[in-house]
């Protein structure tokens, strides 16, 4: 009996020092984007940079040889065959999957907690959509545009020994202004690609003064109103 005793108190003893010691993937709540931006670059080679944050999370880091799997534009100007001319729609849409470049790794801070991150699992995206844009009749090389756009996303960080187990994940969302950069190839002067997309983070907007001043007194013109009203039925 007491070899069985001694036998279950080791096993348990076991459990609860790996519950303990095995780190354990925690779920946060959505978190919403403030401040910061993302870009993305497309010329000779593409380069992917990033540094957001927003209620007390934020990620930074880059790839400057990120391959071509890493985002996809939702534009014409790439998902066609011939190239974006004035007059045509283009769209700030575009699919971003966080990469870091081999070596350096970036970093990660949730809650004052820093963890250096690689990414190499693959399962950190961004999904930003916006309005669509008419490309403006001009002979210009470069063309730059601003558009609203929203986004929302997915980010996971890995143990240290990435792709190890999740040990933090959470929901992303955000807003602000995109500037896509049109640019004429080199020896082709007819249409346009997107040479460059930059997103900027900005907080949501939120009421000015005197819109709250004047929806409190159109509140209180109602209530006395409504008031009025019962007050005369009632006699």
Partial sequence: MLSIRANLISVLGI?????LIVPQATKAETVTITTGSVGVTSNIRDTLFFNFSGNGFSANGGDSHAPASVHQYSSPCLSSPSLCQPGD???PNSLVQLTAESGSPTSVTFNGTTVQ???AAQDSFLQFTGPGL???STTADLITLTVPFEMV?????????DPGPVIFSTTINGSGIATLTLQRPAGNPVGYFIG??????QPAAVPEPATIILL???LGGLAVRRLRVWRSKAH
């Fill in 15 to 19: 459990v609860l020092l790996s519950i």
């Fill in 89 to 91: 729609t283009i769209f």
């Fill in 117 to 119: 991150v690689s990414w």
């Fill in 134 to 136: 008419v490309i403006p």
């Fill in 153 to 161: 996303g997915t980010i996971s960080v890995h143990a240290a020994n």
């Fill in 196 to 201: 460059a997309a930059r997103y900027d983070f």
């Fill in 216 to 218: 409190t007194t159109g």
